[in-house]
């Protein structure tokens, strides 16, 4: 089976209830608290105020070329955010971080998830 990392935790090594090594992204979105939330925001707008203010206070560019600046910022600095939110709900899969509510819904959910029986990486071309 081809694993997209190397060396992923296993239920022995882990502080925390281990769920699965691979979530799908869909799970990591759908499993994130409203703290992952706030952590997206404080990035995703945070930063790009704080340059603003910063330019505010003590120009070093034109006027004319700050809302480029600006325009590249913002969705940059989104992403950058959703990486952290998505990192901190993955570290709960993994069992890194206190993932207890995260747990009780993962046993609850696989009892009702279909199970596959090609793997992932597994295909028949």
Same mark, same amino acid.
Request: charged letters at 25%; a positive charge; aromatic letters at 16%.
């Given at each position: 089976m081809?694993?997209?990392? =190397?060396n992923?935790p296993?239920d022995? %090594?882990?502080p925390y209830k281990?769920l699965?090594a $691979? !979530?799908h992204?869909? =799970?990591?979105?759908? +499993?994130?608290? /409203?703290?992952?939330y706030?952590?997206? *925001?404080?990035?995703?707008a945070g930063? /790009?105020a704080? %340059?603003w203010?910063? $330019?505010r @206070?003590? /120009?070093?560019? %034109?006027p004319?070329?700050? /809302?480029r600046?600006?325009? #590249?910022? #913002? !969705? *940059? +600095? @989104?992403?950058?955010g959703?990486?952290? @939110?998505?990192?901190h &709900?993955l570290?709960?899969?993994?069992?890194?971080? $206190?993932?207890? !509510?995260? @747990? *009780?819904r993962?046993?609850? $959910?696989?009892?009702?998830? !279909?199970q &596959?029986t090609?793997?992932?990486?597994?295909n028949d071309w």
């Amino acid at each position: 089976m081809v694993r997209l990392f =190397d060396n992923l935790p296993d239920d022995d %090594h882990v502080p925390y209830k281990f769920l699965t090594a $691979e !979530p799908h992204l869909k =799970d990591v979105v759908r +499993y994130m608290r /409203p703290s992952d939330y706030a952590v997206w *925001a404080a990035v995703g707008a945070g930063f /790009p105020a704080a %340059h603003w203010m910063w $330019e505010r @206070a003590k /120009p070093s560019f %034109h006027p004319k070329v700050m /809302p480029r600046v600006m325009a #590249i910022q #913002i !969705p *940059a +600095y @989104a992403c950058i955010g959703f990486v952290f @939110a998505a990192t901190h &709900s993955l570290f709960r899969f993994w069992g890194w971080r $206190e993932n207890g !509510p995260e @747990a *009780a819904r993962w046993a609850e $959910e696989s009892k009702t998830r !279909p199970q &596959s029986t090609k793997k992932w990486g597994e295909n028949d071309w």
